[in-house]
C-alpha cells in the first residue's frame, strides 16, 4: 500500500524531539526557564554608585562646601583670639579641618538618606541587582571625598594662622577617607533607621554639632564626662592624628594608632550602615 504521508514531512517528524515532539503529538510544551544574568559584583557596583553620586554632587553641594569650608575657618579666627599656640592650637586647627569632613559626610548624608527614605527613593535602589553594601559605599565614598578641597584649605588656612609647620599635612591623605568612612557610616545609619525625614535632619544637625564641640576644643579643658563622650565620637582619633602631626617630630607610632582606630570605627559603622540599609529596603 503507498503512502499518502508526504516524505518530507515524515522525515520532519522523525527529527522531532523533546517538547517540539511532545507538541507535535498534541502535548503540552514545557520549556526551561531562561538563566538570570549574574549578580553585579561588589567593586564595580560601588565604582558605578560612586561615579554616579559625585557627578550629582559636583553641581548641587558646591555651595554646601563653600558654607562648610567658611563655617570652620570662621571657628578658628574666633578661637585665635583665645588660643595663642601650643597644644590648644593644634587641636583647634585639627577639629576645625575634620569639621568639614563631618558637616558633608554626617550630616548631609543623614539628611540624604532621610530624604531617600521618605521620598521612595530606596526603592530605586533595591530593584537594581548589586550588593546593599555597594550602595552605602558608593554614596559614603563620594560624600567623603567631595571634603578633601575644603579640608585642605581649612588646614593650610589655619596653619598659617596659628604659625603651625605644614610639613607633614600628608597626613590628610589618612585621616580625610578614614574620618570620612567612620561618619559617613555613622551619618548614613542616623538617616536610614529614623523613622521620620524631620528626625534624620536633626539627628544629623546634633551630629555634626557633637562633632564641632568635642573635636575642635581642647581635650584638656573639657569635663571628664564630656571627655568620655569624644572618645566615642569617630571623628575624634582622625582629629588626634592631625593634631599630633603638627609636631616638629611627631610620635608616628601614636599617629598610626589613632588612624587604626579610626579605620575600625569606620569599617564598624560601615557595616551598620549596610545593616539599615537591607533594614529600611525591605520595609
Known sequence: MTSIVPAETTGTRAKLSGPLASTASGGSARTAPAPLAPRARLLPSMAAVYRAQLSRARVARIPLLFVATFQSIGIMVLMRGVVDGGAEARAVVAGS??????????????????????????????????????????????????????????AVTGSVLFGLPMTHLWVLVAVVPLSGAALSGLGAALGLLAPRQELAT????????????????????????????????????????????????????VVALDLAVCAAVGVLSLAVATWAYRRAAVR
Open 97 to 154: 579641618s575634620v569639621l568639614v569632613v563631618a558637616f558633608v559626610a554626617l550630616n548631609l548624608l543623614a539628611q540624604y538618606f532621610g530624604r531617600l527614605r521618605a521620598d521612595g527613593g530606596l526603592d530605586h535602589y533595591a530593584t537594581l541587582p548589586v550588593p546593599p553594601a555597594a550602595v552605602v559605599l558608593g554614596v559614603a565614598g563620594a560624600y567623603a571625598s567631595f571634603t578633601v578641597p575644603g579640608t585642605i584649605v581649612t
Open 202 to 253: 536633626l539627628l544629623g544637625q546634633l551630629g555634626m554639632s557633637a562633632a564641632l564641640l568635642l573635636g575642635v576644643l581642647p581635650a584638656d579643658r573639657l569635663p571628664e564626662p564630656v571627655g568620655w563622650a569624644r572618645d566615642l565620637l569617630p571623628s575624634t582619633y582622625g582629629v588626634e592624628a592631625l593634631s599630633r602631626s603638627f609636631d616638629s617630630h611627631p610620635d608616628w607610632a
